[in-house]
């Protein structure tokens, strides 16, 4: 059985903690779209760990823990990763890491940062992991697939000239950059293509067989719908599908095997990066919230940069979830709202005066204003509390409006940031 944990958001919904949460129930844990350019924060009886490109299960020692074809592979940042967490007391996690995933070359990284430069004030606030241009070089066909290293040196070399004449082309005449040799990145294929070794593997059949043995799979998604390349708010969004549906490619399963879908859903909004964001606060009202949310405040995982911050968006949540195809919602964070005497609420678009419910394309996203409603607050610390009848009324009323208007049952709600703080319903 395949469950997928995704993001209805616009990202940092806290997918990390249900991913661990639920890892402990799995026997494989995959990582699908993505690379190293967001992070998961989770806390557990380890301690507390920002994961980049590692799968959540890394804490569970029955998990084998995938790399899926779809993800950026960052090899110093998996393997300094891996040595964050067994240096923390963590047991060797088990690993598989797919021969047909493409991995992050040392140019992405310099063209990201370069292009980000050149952007200035345009720029699109990426973290400057090399993803956009990892992205554009696997469809351009110029990518080094994982499997690649394990062929003759003749035919590497051969590649990396062929790739070096566009790259040092960009790097002479666009960015004014030193341009870069073939021995270098030879040289740095020669070293991963060891210390690889112990990790590849061919998880295509690893994972069908796993199916045809009913093993429990967890596809675990980075960023969130409002971030998909077709799907979320073109150009400020990442450069490779968050969806679900993305999941059987990206990881090498039948899309019918997929079947439950849990997005995480955030209690308020927030967002890193530039782009539409209807609901966006601003002032000492973000700050506060800024301040209090998460656990310890609202500042990346990967840049500690601050989180832009807003109110919980029903339309752009609805419509995450609907572009998710979610069975089930585990909504999070609910703990930091109880500072607030009344709780704002986006509930429609106002579109050049009139009122619409429904997510529109970003040139129209562009000119909506929030029409907000408040729902009152509850005043007081709620973690702690372990099952759902026992939250004050004013939650419970939070939550019902929440799945009323979203359309998806609330199977999930987490009350702080801790693996026991989650009430089932
Ligand atoms: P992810 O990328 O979706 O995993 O999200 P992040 O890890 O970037 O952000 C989620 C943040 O919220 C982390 O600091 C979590 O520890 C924290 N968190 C997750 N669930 C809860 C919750 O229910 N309450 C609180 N207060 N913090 C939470």
Known sequence: MVKAIVGANWGDEGKGKITD?????SDIVIRFQGGSNAGHTIINNYGKFALHQLPSGVFNQRVTNIIGNGVALNIDNLLKEIKEVTDRGVPQPKILVSDRVQVVMPYHILFDQCEEERLGKKSFGSTKSGIAPFYSDKFAKVGFELCEFYGSDDEIKEKIERVLVQKNALLRDLYHKPELTVEEIFEKICEWREQMRPYMADTFTFLHQALKEKKTILLEGQLGALKDPDFGIYPMV????????????????????????VTVVKAYSSAVGAGEFVSEIFGDEADELRRRGGDGGEYGATTGRPRRMGWFDCVATRYGCAAQGATTVALTVLDVLGYLDEIPVCVAYDLDG??????????????????????????????????YEDLPVNVRRYVEFIEQAIGVPVGIVSNGPAREDIIYR
């Open 238 to 261: 990442t450069s490779s599908s968050t969806l679900a549906g993305y999941g059987s490619v990206g990881a090498g399963i039948p899309p019918y095997e997929i079947k439950e879908i």
């Open 354 to 387: 009139k009122r619409i419910d429904h997510f529109p394309n970003t040139n129209e996203l562009k000119r909506c204003k929030p029409i907000i409603e408040k729902l009152p607050g509850w005043k007081c610390d709620i973690r702690g509390i372990r099952r």
């Open 21 to 25: 949460v639920f890892a402990a129930q």
